[in-house]
């Protein structure tokens, strides 16, 4: 982005939700001894509602593994975020504005191969689990059940596995991987 002084739109929509970050970033996770120290998994969520986004983020600063680096209300903002944070994983909505989470999704995937997302969604919809998956999703969380699935999904991903609710059929996913 220039430093010129006729800002677009998108470019203040960006600026909020640095803001938006900022505010975000201040979990209040104590570090671990150095004896027990571990390299903490970085998460980035991006949904468009804040009530959802605090949600998630009040489950994961719970993790003592997981730390929160940033929030973002649609898809754009979540791949413009990508070189600055380099999360370890995204929490991705697929409904939002702007750029939809599959979308997102597909762009995540071939700038970071090493940055894993999780589909976040209020939809058990076969479609839509294999447009996930063949964006490069390694999982799908229905919203429902974020509470007892995301810090689950999150280490099973980061483990190098594909993580679905058990509410959504296997024959949702098992011919897209």
């Known amino acids: 982005m220039s430093g010129d002084s006729n800002r677009s739109d998108d470019s203040k929509r960006s600026d909020d939700s640095v803001r938006e970050v900022t505010q975000l970033n201040t979990g209040n996770q104590a570090m671990p001894d150095s004896k027990s120290w571990q390299q903490l998994i970085e998460v980035l969520i991006a949904d468009d509602h804040p009530l959802v986004s605090e949600t998630i983020r009040a489950v994961v600063a719970r993790q003592s593994d997981m730390s929160v680096i940033a929030a973002v209300g649609d898809g754009t903002d979540a791949v ?23 979308k997102a999704t597909r762009l995540i995937r071939e700038k970071s191969a090493s940055t894993h997302i999780i589909m976040f969604s209020n939809h ?33 991903v980061m483990s190098g596995k594909m993580f679905f609710s058990e509410e959504i059929p296997a024959n949702y996913y098992s011919n897209s991987e």
């Open 80 to 102: 413009a975020l990508l070189d600055k944070y380099q999360p370890d994983i995204v929490i991705m909505d697929i409904n939002m504005p702007q750029m939809d989470g599959i």
């Open 124 to 156: 058990r919809n076969a479609t839509l689990v294999q447009q996930a998956i063949k964006a490069g999703a390694s999982g799908y969380v229905l919203k429902q059940f974020a509470l007892s699935d995301i810090p689950d999904a999150i280490r099973t």
